[in-house]
């Protein structure tokens, strides 16, 4: 999957080229990542399975095949992947129904770039179920386009999901902040040209070129975005 032609770079005033802002859901703009590895848990101890906890570093951030793979490989569980893929969806949906904390700054910065116009998508590697459960808390108004991972061929790591989300929106990837909390979502942002901003949520993530790293979605703002984007 490949990104339109890009849109034409226009500046504004403060001498920004920022066209569009890419965003992540879980970990990123609400607090649901332990709530994954919660339901993970569970599910596999109803299996007679316990996991280990290191596990939680290698299915965080990535499609739900390969964190369920991974899981069933590595517990040697007698289920399915969509079986176990099921039973994880409703579990998920369960507890954000209960409760869906959004991450420290996020409801403000999503006001922010709606009040400035700023195209905005949410790029997620969650199923479009999970996805429009979150939107009815978080806000659909906020996002012009929203990318779910069973929506693309190849979900994150892989670049297709940012590709889609700047192509929808008409915009260069090369003039695209995306917001990540996970290595694995940061690699796809990477690989498909965009500037990120790193926001660890579980696994610490390094400094790197056209990668920034923050602690939380309070040192974000619109006008720190588009300074990433100047040239």
């Known amino acids: 999957m490949t990104s339109t032609v890009p849109a ?5 005033a403060d001498g920004s080229a920022l066209q569009a802002v890419l ?3 879980d970990g990123t703009l609400v607090d649901t ?15 007679g399975h316990t996991l280990d906890d290191t596990w939680r570093h290698v299915v965080v951030g990535g499609p739900m095949s390969r964190s369920a793979g991974f899981l069933i490989e590595a517990t040697g569980a007698d289920i399915a992947l969509a079986e176990l893929t099921l039973l994880l969806n409703q579990g998920f949906e369960d507890r954000i129904d209960r409760a869906l904390p959004l991450m420290p700054g996020a409801a403000r910065l999503l006001a922010e770039l709606a009040a400035y116009e700023i195209p905005t998508a949410l790029v997620s590697a969650s199923h479009r179920r999970i996805i429009d459960r979150v939107l009815t808390s978080l806000g659909p ?21 940012y590709l889609f989300a700047a192509a929808g929106l008409g915009a260069d990837p090369a003039r695209c902040a995306v917001v990540e909390d996970t290595a694995t979502g940061v690699a796809a942002a990477e690989a498909a040209g965009c500037h990120v901003v790193a926001v660890p949520s579980v696994a610490p993530i390094s400094p790197a070129a056209r990668r920034t790293v923050v602690t939380s979605l309070e040192e974000v703002d619109l006008a720190f975005l588009r300074g990433l984007i100047t040239v």
């Open 23 to 25: 965003l992540d859901m």
């Open 141 to 161: 108004q906020y996002f012009a386009l929203t990318v779910a991972g069973d929506e693309v061929e190849r979900t994150k790591p892989h670049p297709d999901p």
């Open 33 to 47: 990542e332990g709530f994954w590895w919660d339901v993970e848990v569970e599910v596999f101890a109803s299996l």
């Open 8 to 12: 034409p770079v226009t500046r504004t």
